[in-house]
């Protein structure tokens, strides 16, 4: 059983940057992908970056690409999103997820949760 917490979150003005974290607890972390989604109100919750087990590949939904990294450290059992030059449209719950091996974009493909942090980006 894998446990993850996310910290991070919080309010930004538009333009600025968050760093997210995510640590993990309970399962061999170098065994896991890892992805980031996010939910904002009223909508579905949504693909952000994944990366594979040892941080070689990733992935990202196309309005972060060149804004946002994923990144992990196995040492520390943690993964990372680092979100550059926010937008009001990147505000919502962002949640962290882990599943065996490889990487998905699809949230069910994902055995582990998160809680969530809110992210807020003010105009």
């Known amino acids: 059983q894998v446990q993850l917490v996310e910290s991070g979150g919080g309010v930004v003005q538009a333009g600025g940057s968050l760093r997210l974290s995510c640590a993990a607890s309970?399962?061999?972390?170098?065994?896991?992908?890892l992805g980031w989604f996010r939910q904002a109100p009223g909508k579905e919750r949504e693909f952000v970056a994944s990366?594979?087990?040892?941080?070689?590949?990733?992935n990202y939904v196309d309005s972060v690409k060149g804004r946002f990294t994923i990144s992990r450290d196995n040492a520390k059992n943690t993964v990372y999103l680092q979100m550059n030059i926010l937008k009001p449209v990147d505000a919502a719950v962002y949640y962290c997820?882990?599943?065996?091996?490889?990487?998905?974009?699809?949230?069910?493909?994902?055995?582990?949760w998160g809680q969530g942090t809110q992210v807020t980006v003010s105009s």
């Open positions: 309970g399962g061999t972390f170098s065994n896991y992908a």
């Open positions: 990366i594979n087990f040892n941080g070689g590949r990733t």
């Open positions: 997820a882990a599943r065996r091996l490889f990487m998905s974009t699809t949230p069910r493909d994902y055995n582990y």
